[in-house]
């Protein structure tokens, strides 16, 4: 194991041991983020927060560089339990992906990170790291719409609307990018509407009704479709 590695959940008495060129002071690595060793194997590494507890007031957003063959999920906890994926949207883009965070209420959570090769589909996820998310937020919502595991698969991505409670008898403008597919729909009230395409980029404006709306996409070479996402609309 590299020192640089292993000094992450390991911090012996005499620093020497540290067998680094700067040790780390006590401090230093009580505030580093706990990667486990499945981080350095899928080769992924931290962009924008490079401390293990991350304060907020509101939404918060994780960036972490991806190799492109690799994906990767998350998960929010607390005490315990998991809550619903409306409070993340894991983004794919390139040789990065975001995590936004919507946190339910006030108080502290664990974010769990995962990740697996993207073309291993009978290969489980591992866990790679963990960051503490310590929310000061005032008011909840009701966070983003449901995504599903094609959509982090295919590396989709949800340009709008990202609220997972859309207004009923509106009009809602759909815009995302679905690597792969044919074509994409909007399925509510029991009616398809399909989205036009340019390149991977699907776009098109619906006056949604009241109940359950999904976003489903045919990939290439398949007869189904499968869903991405799901709204409600109220």
Known sequence: TKPEHFVIDHFPTDSSWQLL????????YIGLIWKRPAFFRHKLGIYSHTNTIIETKGNERVLLRVPNNQIISARLMREG????VNHLL?????EFATIEIVPPARGTYDLEIFAREQADSYSPFNHVVSYSIVSNREITDTGF???????????????SPKNFLLETDTS???NLVVPGASSVSVINDGEWHDLSKSDSSFSGEIK???GKLQVA??????DNY???LEYLVK
């Open 90 to 94: 894991v983004q794919h883009e390139d």
């Open 145 to 159: 719409p449901e995504t599903f595991g094609r959509f982090i698969v295919e590396k989709a991505r949800l340009i």
């Open 226 to 228: 499968s869903v991405l």
């Open 208 to 210: 949604v009704k009241e």
């Open 172 to 174: 809602v403008a759909f």
């Open 217 to 222: 996409a045919r990939f290439q070479d398949e």
């Open 21 to 28: 060129d700067n040790p780390l002071a006590f401090d230093e």
């Open 81 to 84: 339990r998991s809550y619903s």
